[in-house]
C-alpha cells in the first residue's frame, strides 16, 4: 500500500517556540491531506483539510494563525505549531488519499509533541 | 449528517478465542466504512474496507467485517484472537464528499 511518512515522530521544546512537523506521501502524490489531532485515549479530531497549492481549510474551533498549514507540493504537507504552550501537547497524525480517491487514507506514523 | 458508534471503549478477549468489535452507521449516503488498528503510539493501519462491493470483507492478519444494511452494522470479528492484536481499533465512515467521520474507538485486550 501506499506509504506517508512523518517526521519528527517525537519533539519537546520550549514555551513560546514553533515547531513544523512534515507529512510526505513517499510513492504517490497527494492532492489532499488531512491533518489530525489525538488526545490520550481519545479518538482522533480533524484539525484541517490540506489542499496542495491552496489554502487549507480548517475545521471549526481550530485557530488558524496557531496552527500553520502549507501544502506546497504533491507530496509534502507540513504543520507548524506556533508560539505552542504546554496545552499543544498531544499527538499529531497526517493522512493522505491517492489519486484513485477510493476513501481509503493512509496515515503518518503520527508526531508526539510535548511543550515545556 | 453521518455518524459511527462503536459501542464497546473496551473488549478484553482470551487467546485463542473468538473477537467482536461492534460498529454501527448511520448515513444520508451509500458509505464506504473502514477498520484501523493503532498500536500505541503509532499511526493508523488499515485493516479492511467495504465499498458497495462485497457485502463480507476480509482483510489483513485473519480480520474480516460484514456490511448489513439492514442493521447499519459493519463489525469486526476475527475467529482467534492473537496477543499482537492488542491495540486501539477504529471503525471509520465515508459517506459523501471528502469527510470522514471516525467512531471514538476500541481498546481490544488480549490475555493469556
Known amino acids: 500500500g501506499a506509504v506517508v511518512s512523518q517526521h519528527p515522530s517525537r519533539v519537546i521544546c520550549k514555551s513560546g517556540t514553533s515547531v513544523k512537523i512534515e507529512c510526505r506521501s513517499l510513492?504517490?502524490?497527494?492532492?489532499?491531506m488531512f491533518w489530525y489531532r489525538q488526545f490520550p485515549k481519545k479518538s482522533l479530531m480533524l484539525m484541517a483539510t490540506?489542499?496542495?497549492?491552496?489554502?487549507?481549510?480548517?475545521e471549526q474551533g481550530v485557530e488558524k494563525d496557531k496552527f500553520l498549514i502549507n501544502h506546497a507540493s504533491l507530496t509534502l504537507s507540513t504543520l507548524t505549531v506556533t508560539s505552542a504552550h504546554p496545552e499543544d501537547s498531544s499527538f499529531y497524525i497526517c493522512?493522505?488519499?491517492?489519486?484513485?480517491?477510493?476513501?481509503?487514507?493512509?496515515f503518518g506514523e503520527g508526531s508526539r509533541l510535548t511543550v515545556l | 449528517a453521518q455518524s459511527v458508534t462503536q459501542l464497546d471503549s473496551h473488549v478484553s478477549v482470551s487467546e485463542g478465542t473468538p473477537v467482536l468489535l461492534r460498529c454501527n452507521y448511520s448515513s444520508s449516503y451509500s458509505p464506504s466504512l473502514f477498520w484501523y488498528v493503532q498500536h500505541p503510539n503509532k499511526g493508523l493501519q488499515l485493516l479492511l474496507k467495504y465499498t458497495s462491493a462485497a457485502t463480507l470483507v476480509k482483510g489483513i492478519n485473519g480480520f474480516e467485517a460484514e456490511f448489513k444494511k439492514s442493521e447499519t452494522s459493519f463489525h469486526l470479528t476475527k475467529p482467534s484472537a492473537h496477543m499482537s492484536d492488542a491495540a486501539e481499533y477504529f471503525c471509520?465512515?465515508?459517506?459523501?464528499?471528502?469527510?470522514?467521520?471516525f467512531g471514538t474507538g476500541t481498546q481490544l485486550k488480549v490475555e493469556l
Open positions: 510513492d504517490f502524490q497527494a492532492t489532499t
Open positions: 493522512s493522505a488519499r491517492t489519486a484513485m480517491n477510493t476513501g481509503e487514507l493512509f
Open positions: 490540506s489542499n496542495e497549492g491552496s489554502k487549507a481549510t480548517y
Open positions: 471509520v465512515l465515508t459517506g459523501g464528499g471528502n469527510k470522514l467521520t
